[in-house]
């Protein structure tokens, strides 16, 4: 288990962390976001030891990464952007240097097979490295991080610079080891983070803005759960009929984008689910549905608002949202006093 407790992080005036807090649960997938100098690199070097820590606290499995760095760092596997290969060594010899390296008290030799075997490099384990293919230096990268069978990796951009190919395979890999391991992991590419990653943390400006599963934060900055809806039939009775619907608090249309058919947006009243309501009155008068999609934020949408500039983190929407209900309500009271003073 991960846990970060109000981290900060300066260098001299800049402020790359600002009070960051979050934990990560045995056996978590967690895909860490943020645009370039977000401080997501900082965070997980501080993770991982090899920076320090201004402010707050951070722990691996129960080991406080400034108190106990040593304990903290067996439990931790990493691979940073730029694996750390020694290229003029073949891959074995590289793994029984970084076994050698880390003081593992495992058998050697099963140990490294099993490795190998997993991420399946043993048929290139007496090559050298820098005849490698990219795609092979990132799977020996991932080796070394598993050295010592760590309970926690964060690989930073596992995936940069490979072909599609090569990015399906390390995704793979990355799902088998989430069944045994902790994973945090960084990447740009956010349909990577969506196939593997069971939660998402999101990092803007030194600040977590944001943290929960993608539909959690999708529902969270998706304000009305609207459909939208392409219908074939006469556009003024299919918004009639849309509008009778249990649950439907207003009907827009959007316009013809397809000969025959018009597009509408549905507002549902607040959280109902009124899809099946709604197909079932459509086919009752045999006014075919052409596409329904509800309007809930994508990933990529999530990370565009997130990560914009001076964009308010979730829990600072809410607190918005909050207040402009007191200012609704106020007014209100306003209203009805000035009204009542008239009467």
């Given at each position: 288990m991960i846990e970060v407790t109000a981290l900060s992080k300066r260098y001299g005036s800049h402020l790359a962390v600002n009070n960051v807090s979050f934990s990560i649960k045995d056996g978590e997938v967690v895909g860490f976001l943020g645009p370039n100098g977000a401080g997501?690199?900082?965070?997980?070097?501080?993770?991982?030891?090899?920076?320090?820590?201004?402010?707050?606290?951070?722990?691996?499995?129960?080991?406080?990464?400034?108190?106990?760095?040593?304990?903290?760092?067996?439990?931790?596997g990493y691979l940073p952007e730029i694996p750390p290969l020694y290229t003029d060594m073949t891959v074995r010899e590289y793994l029984d240097f970084m076994f050698d390296l880390k003081k593992v008290k495992l058998p050697r030799?099963?140990?490294?097979?099993?490795?190998?075997?997993?991420?399946?490099?043993?048929?290139?384990?007496?090559?050298?490295?820098?005849?490698?293919?990219?795609?092979?230096?990132?799977?020996?990268?991932?080796?070394?991080?598993?050295?010592?069978?760590?309970?926690?990796?964060?690989?930073?951009?596992?995936?940069?610079?490979l072909d599609p190919k090569q990015i399906i395979e390390i995704r793979d890999l990355i799902s088998r080891l989430g069944k045994n391991h902790t994973v945090i992991l960084s990447s740009h590419i956010l349909s990577e983070i969506q196939a593997v990653c069971d939660r998402i943390i999101i990092i803007n400006g030194g600040r977590l803005v944001a943290d929960g599963t993608p539909d959690e934060l999708s529902k969270a900055l998706s304000a009305d759960g609207a459909l939208e809806i392409r219908v074939a039939g006469p556009k003024r009775d299919v918004m009639k009929t849309l509008s009778a619907v249990p649950g439907v608090e207003s009907v827009d249309d959007l316009g013809s984008f397809e000969k025959g058919s018009y597009d509408y947006r549905v507002v549902p009243?607040?959280?109902?689910?009124?899809?099946?309501?709604?197909?079932?009155?459509?086919?009752?008068?045999?006014w075919p549905i052409l596409s329904l999609r509800d309007s809930t934020l994508t990933l990529e949408q999530i990370f565009l608002r997130l990560t914009s500039e001076d964009a308010p983190s979730l829990e600072e929407e809410e607190e918005n949202k909050i207040e402009e209900v007191s200012v609704e309500t106020e007014e209100e009271s306003s209203l009805t006093m000035v009204k009542e003073e008239n009467e």
């Open positions: 997501k690199s900082t965070i997980m070097n501080i993770l991982t030891g090899y920076i320090s820590l201004t402010a707050g606290s951070a722990s691996v499995d129960g080991y406080d990464i400034v108190e106990s760095p040593q304990d903290a760092k067996r439990h931790i030799k099963p140990h490294l097979d099993e490795i190998c075997k997993l991420v399946m490099i043993s048929d290139v384990q007496n090559r050298l490295i820098k005849n490698l293919s990219k795609g092979y230096r990132q799977r020996v990268g991932i080796a070394q991080a598993l050295i010592g069978n760590p309970d926690t990796l964060i690989l930073d951009e596992p995936t940069v610079g009243e607040e959280k109902a689910d009124v899809r099946k309501v709604v197909f079932a009155r459509l086919a009752e008068r045999n």
